[in-house]
């Protein structure tokens, strides 16, 4: 069993900096214009002469009410006629794509994110999937990991079977906060009654695993009330759980200007927040997966992370990182063998380019060989808090210490702090230095000084 986390506030101090959350190395900031549909259609060539098992992510960007913290790609409307021409799209993109595969490749996990998945009507729901099935070859027999993302305050007991019936079998409920006052911060009014109530369908209708997203950092929260959340969340018995820390950018995401920064809780307070809610979750038995997530210790992440086999894609934390990502709708990001690739974020944009019976492809990046060597440093380290150098010189053909000679100045102050554990064959990411793994990360980082760090949030 993987040691508990230490919490050390001195080393918090020193070493909570701005980096990326690595669900992908080159991260998204390196993708630009000169990748295009037809490296996607080499890409998805490869796939099909290695028969690759697939994973689908599919974007719905539709929400019906703003939440004044939301980062993400969407469209707030109360039309819920505008999901039609979308869907139209939609299903074009995922025969465009699917033709170039093989029916042999298996789709061992599928993911509905967004906006909100429920904002579509279920004959839309089941439009799609039908669509889905058609062209993937989705698995019927519940082996396949299935999830949605779900808001509370769009599902019911009929959502949640009709769900089910579909192929569903994992959901993700976002919860955030359940204090009254930080609610009406961020106009996202969500009662404990409407999320227990999808929880209790989702285990009558034997759902797999169940996700609860919170957030902490947000307006009005303080140490106490936000521990009063986790505690009725931990009696919910969730099989995992995301704690975010909200990163307040409001020069780029315009509904965060709606937020009163002097309503935000200070940095000193946000540790207090962070910290108290480690002691809770670890204190009911939740383990500390990495980055912001924990899961029960029969969580298929938790023992996926025992057993070295855990791997991370821009779906997050996950067991099928073997599989080829690819991603469907608005703003999607694709990830096939060395190939990364983005759809337009502009949904007029991509709606209009398939409406032209063209993939949406508006950039990305191909992965040179040291990408490639990094990316397995950074998924190890990010994964399983250590790394074998051994492992990496046999992959790669090279001398760790050699390739890598001008970053042992950093590596070695990080083992003087206690951060890790470092010597001639391995890294060990030490307890009070798991909280901290992406700032390890970010020594492997060959493009962090090329960008903006103020593009990412900072690490606790």
């Known amino acids: 069993m993987l040691d508990a986390i230490r919490w050390d506030t001195d080393l918090i101090r020193r070493y909570d900096l701005a980096g990326p959350r690595y669900t992908s190395y080159p991260t998204a900031a390196q993708f630009d214009g000169q990748v295009g549909t037809f490296d996607l259609f080499h890409a998805l060539c490869d796939s099909r002469k290695a028969l690759r098992p697939l994973s689908l992510y599919v974007h719905v960007p539709f929400c019906a009410n703003i939440c004044y913290y939301c980062a993400c790609n969407k469209v707030i409307t109360k039309d819920r006629g505008r999901a039609q021409p979308y869907l139209q799209r939609l299903e074009q993109e995922i025969q465009l794509i699917a033709c170039h595969l093989d029916p042999a490749q298996k789709v061992e996990q599928l993911h509905f994110g967004g906006g909100t998945p429920t904002f579509l009507s279920h004959d839309e729901l089941r439009q799609l999937m039908a669509q889905l099935r058609k062209s993937f070859n989705l698995l019927d027999d519940d082996s396949g990991d299935y999830g949605i993302e779900i808001d509370p305050r769009e599902a019911d007991w009929s959502t949640m079977g009709l769900l089910r019936e579909l192929g569903f079998n994992r959901v993700s409920i976002g919860l955030q906060d359940l204090d009254p006052a930080v609610q009406r911060a961020v106009n996202r009014l969500q009662s404990l009654e409407q999320t227990r109530a ?62 009163n920064s002097d309503e935000l809780p200070t940095p000193a307070q946000k540790l207090e927040i962070l910290q108290g809610t480690i002691e809770q979750l670890t204190k009911a038995g939740y383990r500390y997966i990495g980055m912001d997530h924990f899961a029960l210790p029969d969580d298929e992440l938790a023992i996926a992370q025992e057993e070295s086999t855990l791997q991370r894609n821009f779906q997050g934390y996950t067991t099928h990182g073997h599989c080829d990502l690819i991603g469907l709708g608005v703003s999607a990001i694709s990830q096939i063998g060395d190939l990364y690739c983005q759809n337009s974020s502009d949904l007029n944009q991509y709606q209009n380019t398939l409406a032209s019976a063209q993939l949406a492809t508006s950039r990305g990046l191909l992965c040179n060989a040291d990408d490639r060597l990094r990316r397995a440093v950074i998924q190890q380290l990010i994964c399983t808090f250590s790394l074998e150098f051994a492992a990496i010189e046999h992959a790669f053909n090279i001398d760790f210490q050699g390739y890598f000679g001008e970053l042992w100045p950093q590596l070695q102050g990080m083992a003087d702090d206690g951060l890790i554990e470092l010597d001639n064959e391995r890294i060990t990411v030490l307890p009070a230095g798991r909280l901290l793994v992406r700032s390890v990360c970010m020594v492997f980082d060959a493009y962090l000084e090329q960008h903006n760090r103020q593009r990412f949030s900072r690490v606790i």
């Not at 307006?219 to 995301?242: G, K, M």
């Open 198 to 259: 999808v929880i209790d369908a989702a285990r009558t209708l034997q759902f797999r695993s169940i996700n609860i997203d919170l957030i902490y950092g947000l307006p009005r929260q303080t140490p106490e009330n936000f521990a009063r959340t986790v505690d009725e969340v931990i009696n919910l018995q969730p099989d995992r759980l995301s704690v975010f820390n909200y990163a307040h950018l409001p020069e780029r995401f315009m509904p965060q200007r709606r937020i």
